[in-house]
């Protein structure tokens, strides 16, 4: 096994085990989706019609929650400075992370998209559609956290600080995350947002990696 | 005096007290003609008096978005050329982009009420200009949250970088994103098709604007360099009392 998959299956392990809150994730998703209701009212025309944009937003707030610990709990345990000390490649090493940060909180969010898209009358095509976006559109949101993430390693209050820099930095990917899962209500061809929002999610898949390493080196100098 | 040797504190201190009462002279002198140009221009034949709050609306927003740029060169001098001054330029502009981002917001509800009938619309510009906002903001919340400056200035300087990478993209997908909402509708600085009336004053604004944004930055840096002097003695004091 190469010092990457190692990784990957470690965080993984960490993840789904006591402790991990893999799964919070998800439970968090679907609070947030069902107190809407109670804020915009039941009506469920109006309810289909925001129905995406409820359930991006939703994923953008939980992609944020378990961030804050994706380099803070290896910092504090010294296994960060053994990765940095390593010889795999800082930047491999953090995408290797993202992606086990992506399947272990994104991938239930997805999977779970669906169930909840009933709750909002969404129907069968946009809930495709809705599902292909998250699957699309969530690593770059992981990535484009991780970068906060690393800058915010050795800060207290680095969860709090994380969400206000790096929500911001999201509006790209969820102007167009939306706009392909609106697709059913929209004049716009689905292929035209689905493309920038891969364009964003391969550019934050490369930006991303580069930005946290060179912060977390400059962090533990 | 080559540019270079002001990367000394000590000597950027000394040239910056030499300039920093010239500068605001100079800044005092452009402004009272820049707003008695303003005050002479005609009135919009339809919008009235109302469009004189273009002179303190558009120069803020170029500013706000120099003040990005400026921050980008600076974080590059501290990561990459190590600059001594760096990281000091960079936290002095950042409350002063967000003052500017700040101002331009609030001078254009005050004219979008007249105007368009409210103080606020989700129009492209405006919500790419609110987006720079809190931006700045984050940016001044992470200086104000990481105690050693020197780190404070490294975890900004990616962080700025991060957002000068975004920021094009952002302002992209929400002129897309608007445009997809509504059409057209809204408020367009009409063209290139500014009567010289306008033009003359508008750009006289924007360079006492300038003038004020760098004595202030100058003024800033100063106060930053001597605060860490101070902490520098405290830090020295305490060990010594210890």
Known sequence: MTPLTALLVRDMRIAVRVGGGALIGVLFFVVVVTLTPFAVGPDLALLKRIGPAILWLAALLASLLALDRLFASDHEDGSLDLILTGRAPLELVIAAKGLAHWLSTAVPLIVAAPLIGLLLDIEPPAQAGLVLTLLVGTPALTFIGAVGAAIAVTLRRGGLLLAVIVLPLTVPVLIFGVAAANVAAGPVPFGTPFTVLCALTLASLVIGPFAAAAALRLDIE | MRISELANPSRFLRAANLAIPWLGGATAIVFAFAIYRAMLAPDDYQQGATVKIMFLHVPSAWLGMLCWGLMTIAALGTLVWRHPLADVAAKAAAPLGAAFTLLCLVTGSLWGRPEWGTYWVWDARLTSELILFLLYLGVIALWRTVEDPSRAARAVAILTLVGAIDLPI??????????????????????????????????????????????????????????????????LQASAAG
């Open chain 2, 170 to 235: 952002i302002k992209f997908s929400v002129d897309w994103w608007n445009t997809l909402h509504q059409g057209a509708s809204v408020f367009r600085l009409g063209g290139s098709t500014i009567d010289s009336t306008i033009l003359i004053p508008l750009l006289l604004m924007a360079a006492a604007f300038t003038l004020l944004f760098v004595t202030l930055l100058l003024a800033a840096m100063r106060n930053e360099i001597l605060r860490r002097r101070v902490r520098t003695l405290r830090v």
